[in-house]
């Protein structure tokens, strides 16, 4: 408009809008303008604003630019622990940045991170050479380790002699496992067993416990069950804003679907990403069972319901070092073959004189002292069985009443502090 027929300042005024002065200004800076407004990655941006942290952004444009030119796919995890390395390596006292302040970074520079596309051939599962020379390699240029996730399936028996479940006894469950690379989110277990309504899961408020329990045909992990848990899993990484790669072996159970925020992916059946880490949580459960003692307790052998609460326990045991192993052994590092001695299960089995030791009663020792007798009257130290009935009460409490699934990791770490004392 500048270069056609000569128009003054005041009918340009007019025609935009604005004052007389500012027509002035932005013709004296007009080549300034001109040249920023072409570096400008978004050309629909109306203000010039920078970012408070300009060393930053600069160093962090330069590697989105390089990946770029590499032609390798970034997702905003990616960009986000990039900042992160580069925040650090800068000495920032903060290192950790913000969503906003990336969103705001993407939105100077016209950044749009997309996930990968499903692959035509994710739906079949690659031969392992395949996945080693072709599959794998790209996934890893695709997705941080966060977001890089593993599910699986593992049986575990219940109790025999267990009483209020609706179950016979020595019944099985099979769990639904699901973590990511670095053990830094592990999805809330999935138990599936064979009783579709067991009593003692009457009353509780299944909603927010720490764990879900559904009943399946011999307690096994059908196409609709799972296609359920899929749904859930796809609305949690919604709810996060995240788009996650998700690892499973084929099976007749497990369908694939195309879900906005997680890409399905088949492994080869030798890959068995999840089977250190399922042997791993089945130590801890053996060891809280073995824990259990009926004597102290003044109950019988544990319910299903009771079951469920230890094996959510077992799966806050395992640890996210053991976790990111198995991932390392499967190929997902470079010195996959050094992990291979991290992925020896916990035992969780108690000797028998420990299990004598930790049976033993205290009768006889009512918490008062010996010496003089000051006439009041002295509080008397509770049984350990008095103990373990009012732990149990305040447990039956949370299942009637909570509000929220982690309510019972303050619970779970107060029951390990009471196995320690006693």
Known sequence: MLEGPKVSQSELAKRFGVSQPQICRIIKNKERILSEWHRNGDPERKRKREGKDAALEAALLRWVEGARAADLPGTGSLL???AKHLAEA??????????GWLAR???????????????????????????????????????????????GETGVLLPTGSSGTGESAGDRLTLLLCTNADGSEKAPLRAVG?????????????GQMPWSYRAGSLAGVTAPLFTEWLREFNEGMQRQGKSVLLLLTKHEAHPYLQLSNVRMVFVPPATALDRGIANDLKGHYRRRLLRWLPAERGVGQPTLLDALHMLAQAWGDVRPGL?????????????????ASALTPVSGLLSQEELERNGETADGDEGTSEGEDTGELVQPCPSEREVWGSLATLRRYLECRATSPDLFQAFYELEDVLHMVS
């Open 194 to 206: 064979e009783s579709p309504r067991p009593r003692c899961l009457q009353g509780v408020n299944l």
């Open 90 to 99: 800068l000495g920032r006292p903060d290192p950790e940045p913000s969503s």
């Open 323 to 339: 976790i990111a192993s198995c991932f390392r052994a499967a190929g997902f590092s470079p010195d996959a073959g050094a992990e």
């Open 105 to 151: 970074f993407g939105a100077r520079h016209n950044l749009v991170f997309k996930k990968p596309p499903a692959e035509k051939g994710d739906a079949e599962q690659p031969t392992a050479e395949h996945w080693a020379s072709v599959v794998l390699p790209g996934l890893l240029r695709s997705y941080a380790p966060s977001e890089i996730y593993v599910c």
């Open 80 to 82: 986000h622990l990039k």
